[in-house]
């Protein structure tokens, strides 16, 4: 019903930079909440970087000030900048959506995408 196709991942070097970017498609009324998580071999997922419909973001500690997440309502796609990175940012990164198929039904359901590999080796 609603797809999630994310690209732009790849191997990167420390210091250097990536745009991961996430496209929804499908038959819903409207997206709220987009939002990044991450998850490395051995460790939980983590919420990397959210923004709202109206625009209003927050971001892990680890990643703040070094990532950016924007959207672009028009293309239902969310991105993911991720400047001077580190090694530490390795893992698999999957974008996720809270959507609202109906606009007569108020409920929202959370979608996830595919997941892309980011690896920071030298």
């Known amino acids: 019903q609603v797809q999630l196709v994310e690209s732009g991942g790849g191997l990167v070097q420390p210091g250097g930079s990536l745009r991961l970017s996430c496209a929804a498609s499908g038959s819903f009324f409207s997206i709220y909440d987009m939002g990044w998580y991450r998850q490395a071999p051995g460790k939980q997922r983590e919420l990397v970087a959210k923004?709202?419909?109206?625009?209003?973001?927050n971001y892990a500690d680890s990643v703040k000030g070094r990532f950016t997440i924007s959207r672009d309502n028009a293309k239902n796609t969310v991105y993911l900048q991720m400047n001077t990175v580190k090694p530490e940012d390795t893992a698999v990164y999957y974008c996720?959506?809270?959507?609202?198929?109906?606009?007569?039904?108020?409920?929202?359901?959370?979608?996830w995408g595919q997941g892309t590999q980011v690896t920071v080796s030298s």
């Open positions: 996720n959506t809270e959507v609202r198929l109906k606009w007569r039904d108020h409920r929202t359901l959370g979608y």
């Open positions: 923004i709202t419909s109206g625009g209003s973001t």
